[in-house]
């Protein structure tokens, strides 16, 4: 468990630094990100670096709070507050970590319901934008 404390610690000095080029040295290769905003999981390295590289851009004023860790260090939730578009939400980020201390399932649950509309739409957005210029670049 003492591993896990430290990677968490690294994990959240890397967010409050806004350096989060190491973001993937925490990732499993076939990690799986389920978010309230996405229709089905995203799967593998590129796809959750993406999807979290957005939220971070998208919530304004984000910190962790609260956070947990099991006793053999392989299961953290991480309570967080931020905003979008002014509005305050609350949410959990529940990881999972493999063998290996790599982070292989990572879920999201947001709230209240108004500032989870919003933060789906700038998602959606930011999604489809991305996806516009990959396919120009065709």
């Known amino acids: 468990m003492e591993f896990a404390r ?6 959240n000095k890397m967010l409050e630094s806004n350096d989060v080029s190491s973001v993937d040295s925490f990732f499993a290769e076939d990690i799986i990100l389920k978010s309230p905003v996405l229709w089905k999981p995203k799967e593998g390295k590129p796809a959750v670096r993406q999807i979290l590289m957005n939220a971070k851009q998208i919530f304004e004023d984000f910190k962790y709070h609260r ?4 006793e053999d260090g392989k299961d953290w939730v991480l309570e967080f507050s931020a905003k979008v578009d002014g509005k305050d939400l609350k949410g959990f980020d529940v990881i999972k970590l493999d063998d290996d201390f790599k982070m292989k399932e990572f879920e999201v649950a947001i709230r209240p319901i108004n500032s989870l509309h919003i933060f789906g739409k700038k998602m959606s957005d930011l999604l489809l934008e991305q996806e516009m210029k990959r396919q120009s670049k065709l």
């Open 6 to 11: 430290k990677l968490l610690i690294v994990w």
């Open 67 to 70: 956070q947990w860790i099991s």
